[in-house]
């Protein structure tokens, strides 16, 4: 099988180029910390409301963690409890989502915090939150009638 | 018969190597901009909390 | 098979049949589908409500699913089946039974699946994610169009075999080749949604259980769903790599190297699913990762895809004297709409590829997971390179078939479909990419999200949507309007089924490419090595199920 001299450079290129996005990506999730949101934990979707954390959502301070502040909502068709909330700027938060019905998304509109809530299930992601603004939590995983109707808003404040 | 063939063999051998300066020329354009594209969304993956 | 033999080989009259009522079935669905599609960027303008208390997401439903599973389906089952009957022979009595059991389940299962969408029993989107849960019949008829492709799958196997039997030691046809590789991948692929199917999600919606796991149903549904793109692919690439170059008067570059790439498409869009997952708790990041390494695997056949493709238009255009680094360009057939709109669709390949590889690079999905982003990517992969492809063949293999011929007066409307389709998409997909981008949301009706800021931004852009979307429509009543012409009105003639020869007929493709045994061998072990640990980690570690939800 002959390959031509310029089509054994493309792919060696090619190739190479698509080991270097591999490395980037691998070493900024294994290393630096920016692993996609993936929490193995699980809980009982018919018991969300009584159970910790999901029993008091909102913006929590928590001392002895990595993380100053957890944020926890409660999704369900077609709302998120809370339904506003207030970070302080500079705030390294933990948000934790859990849905207590059917899948639904939980996207900051503009920001990396893109999580699928899965019934059963507990999504969490921890960031800082460095920029001052008005953000807007869509539901983005069709989730019924009101799939377009549900959101949340969050007031980064000085 | 043979002669004939052979000729136009190593002709076109010797034309496969500057008759594909456009193909190397677009494949590398096509690979600058999946280069581009990624490089950019990766920027504002790393700009965003 | 030398041009001689070719230039008479025209499909047997019995498979044309055969053929045909796929393509009939194809374009009523292009119709509905894209009726709903239109009517979708409308709503999402804010101008528009639907009416006869239609709603926006059994429309979307619809959409999905008959432009997404079943259009496409039917269009690729039915050029796979004339293919391998123009290349390997025209196909037994026993193949085409089985062609038409197939093509009568999949047409059952396609109004049942239909009927209940419409009667708004099934508005879970074309992905239909537990636990939303359809009505029985839903799933059933989902079902019978799985089932119906494996049977008519089956004669392409079939024909396959018999032709490896009457001619040992020989490399198949290379379009019969390719049918089969893409007719293997969908039956590997099709085990994961069957199964979700009938062992969880019928049960469950016939009320025989109560409840069910969601995540393994999702992740049955990826290991599927992302095999569906390139099922949807490759009969384009087959289009790409051996009929394209005989219309433009040029030669396949390179045989082997287009049987290499099928090989490694076969291997490598199985085991991958997890990149539509990366957003999704419950599976370890570590086999995220390991799922986005094989992903970044499946790029390299298309990247000699595009190789292949750019030196078939260069070898040809020097032959025909062109100079300089892009002067072939000039001499490719401009004027000849079954070069054309492929091209098109080519060339759409370039940003539908780029934003596939963003998509699949693990955390940086997050910029872009369920935006309307993705909806943009796709309506550039499914919905212009494989879609424009499909239409580009049409244009002479309906007239092939119905013993018609292309006219040069709908050439002329060809092209024009073509340029049409480009400014329309440009703008639609164009717009989704940027609204998306902002954190737009996909699969969503209109909103202004209680007046933030962040939503009035999208509207803009919905509105560009709308734009790009009512010229992409008129581009399908142009594809229509072509298709029923040359069904039916066009005159009476002999119009080529054009297949390539390769440029160097000496050199013939290892008999190693037809070792199914050691393919399909080495598939099985790529699955399992990417899914049965975080797949047994599901059930280990499963949380209570879920009961089915009516939420619309």
Known sequence: MHIHKFEKIWLIFGVATLLVFLSVIGVSAFYLGNQPPSCLATINPEKVDTTAPFDKPGLNKVEGKEWDYELVYVASAFNYNPGEVEVPLGAKVKVLATTKDVVHGFNVAGTNINMMLEPGYISEYVTTFDKVGEFLIVCNEYCGAGHHMMSSKIKVVE | MAQPRLEKRTSTKVEDQSSLKGTLASVFLLGFFLIITWVGVFLLFVNRF | MNSFVDKIKKVDPRDAKLGMAHFYVAFIGLFIGGMAGLLQTLVRSGQFTLPAGIGYYQLLTLHGVVLALVMTTYFIMGFQLVAVSRTAGTLSSKQRTAGWIGFSLMTIGTVMAAVMILLNEASVLYTFYAPLQAHALFYVGLTLVIVGSWVGGSAIIMAYVAWRKKNPGQPSPLLTFMALVNTLMWIVATIGVATTVLFQLLPWSLGLVDRVDVAISRTLFWYFGHPLVYFWLLPAYMAWYVIVPKIIGGKIFSD?????????????????????????????????????????????????????????????????????LFGWLKKLPWGDARFLVPFIGMLSFIPGGAGGIINASNQMNQVVHNTIWVTGHFHLTVATAVILTFFGISYWLIPHLTGRTLTKAMNKLAILQGVFWAIGMTFMSGAMHAAGLLGAPRRSAFSEYGGAAQAAEWIPYQIAQAVGGSILFISIILVLYIFINLAFFAPKGEEEFPVGEAADTAEKAPMIFENWKLWLGIVVLLIAFAYTIPFIDLIENAPIGSKGYKLW
């Open chain 3, 256 to 324: 082997s190297l287009a049987r290499l790439s099928f090989i490694l498409f076969l291997l490598f869009s199985i085991p991958v699913g997890f990149h539509h997952q990366l957003m999704e708790p419950g599976i370890d990041p570590a086999w995220k990762f390991l799922q986005v390494v094989l992903t970044f695997m499946v790029i390299i056949p298309s990247l000699m895809t595009a190789f292949s493709l750019f030196a078939t238009f260069e070898s040809f255009g020097r032959s025909k004297g062109a100079t300089g």
